[in-house]
Each structure stands twice: as C-alpha cells, then as structure tokens.
C-alpha cells in the first residue's frame, strides 16, 4: 500500500480486557512512532521504532502498554487491563531514518485505531 | 520538556476571511511543521520551516517561523470551507527521534 495502514480502525473493549492494535508502515520505512490523541487535544507521543528495537519508549504512561516490532516492518501495541482513560484514538506514523543532525525529517501518519473502553 | 500553545483553540469564520493561528514555546526549535487533520484521519504534514524568520507560502496559506525559532503563526487568506479541520503544530526533539505536538486549532468555515 502507498501510506500507513492501521487495524481495526475502531476498537470496543470493556474495562479489564486486553487489547492488540496494528500497525503497517510505509515500505522501506525504518522509524516507527506510536501516539495517542485523547479528544480535543494534540497527539501525544508513546514509543519509537528504529528497525526492530524500541529506540525510545519514554511516553509509554504505565507497564501496561507494551510495543513490539519484530521484523522491522508491522508494530504491534499491546495493553493490558485496559482503563477507561486509555480511550483515544492511537496513531502510527513512520518515516525514513531520522538524524538528530538533520533538522528536517517528514513523518507519515496512519488513520488511527479508535480505542473505546467500556 | 518542550511545550507548544497554539491559539485560538477554535475558531468559526465565514467563508472568504482572513485567519491566523499562532504556534508558541518556551524552547527553541531546530525546525516546526504544521500539519492538518480531518475528522477519522492521520495528522497529514503541510509544511516544514527550518530557518529564523522564514516564511513558506503554499497557496493561500502562509508559514512564519519566528526570529529566535520558539513560535511560528498561520495565516489563511480567503477561508473556503475546505479549510475546515484541525491545524496541529509540532516540533522535533534534540535527536529528531519523536515530535511534539500544539493542541490544535479547529478550524471550521462556513459558506
């Protein structure tokens, strides 16, 4: 596919239960970026793939949100005991290798996957 | 940590206005982006300043980065509803490795 693909776009789980959102990036993209966007508010970031490891998970809230990247290719973000106040919408975006020496780097966003925790 | 306050939150005008939106931080940027989100998609990247003082104009919109690179300000001239959508802002980190992003404006145009 041309951009980035995420699955399911919209995601109902009651409060407890465990929950699996994918992510498809763009071919040849070796960054990966997880985000979360509560309503009304800006994207916040939560972990960041270069290749298969996970460069930076510093904006991951608690231990009950993990990532995995295990190819180098599709990510999965995983929480468990799901809370009502982890419903917002989660983005994926990837981009070519950025470089803290370059200034100027372009991330590609995914549609989203819409958590609701009931 | 590096913040960004974007004004006005909201923002309803009438078809064929003018409007700015401001991107402000405490803490300087090595480059801004601003990007437009529609209501069930991704953020999509409309443009990048880099430089002190520079100004990008893409159609009827135009990009100013500030002087000292801790603000930067949209202006839309002639609003068409098309317009309408959430303009985020958002800035790298030291190692380019995560964006931080504004609040938002939403912005809706009416006919």
């Known amino acids: 596919g041309a951009g980035v693909s995420q699955t399911p776009s919209n995601k109902v789980t009651e409060k407890g239960k465990y929950v699996e959102l994918r992510c498809d990036p763009i071919?040849?993209?070796?960054?990966l970026y997880w985000y979360r966007q509560s309503l009304g508010q800006g994207p916040e970031f939560l972990i960041y793939?270069?290749?298969?490891?996970?460069?930076?998970d510093s904006g991951l809230p608690n231990d009950r949100f993990f990532a995995v990247r295990p190819e180098g290719s599709v990510s999965t973000l995983k929480i468990q005991r799901t809370e009502r106040g982890d419903s917002a919408v989660y983005l994926c975006?990837?981009?070519?290798?950025?470089?803290?020496?370059?200034?100027?780097?372009?991330?590609?966003f995914g549609p989203g996957t819409r958590l609701t925790v009931t | 940590t590096q913040l960004l306050e974007q004004s006005p939150q909201f923002l309803s005008i009438q078809e064929g206005e003018n409007l700015t939106v401001y991107c402000n931080s405490s803490?300087?940027?090595?480059?801004l982006q601003w990007y437009r989100q529609e209501p069930g998609e991704g953020p999509v990247l409309l443009v990048t300043?880099?430089?002190?003082?520079e100004v990008k104009k893409l159609k009827r919109l135009t990009f100013q980065f500030g002087d000292a690179r801790k603000d930067s300000s949209l202006h839309i001239t002639a609003a068409q509803p098309g317009d309408t959508g959430l303009y985020l802002c958002?800035?790298?980190?030291?190692?380019?490795?995560?964006?931080?992003f504004g609040g938002g404006t939403r912005l809706m145009v009416k006919p």
């Open positions: 958002a800035g790298p980190n030291n190692a380019g490795n995560m964006l931080t």
């Open positions: 803490s300087v940027f090595s480059s």
């Open positions: 071919s040849g993209h070796t960054a």
């Open positions: 975006a990837s981009s070519l290798f950025p470089s803290g020496a370059q200034s100027v780097y372009e991330q590609y």
């Open positions: 793939f270069q290749g298969t490891g996970a460069a930076d």
């Open positions: 300043v880099v430089t002190g003082g």
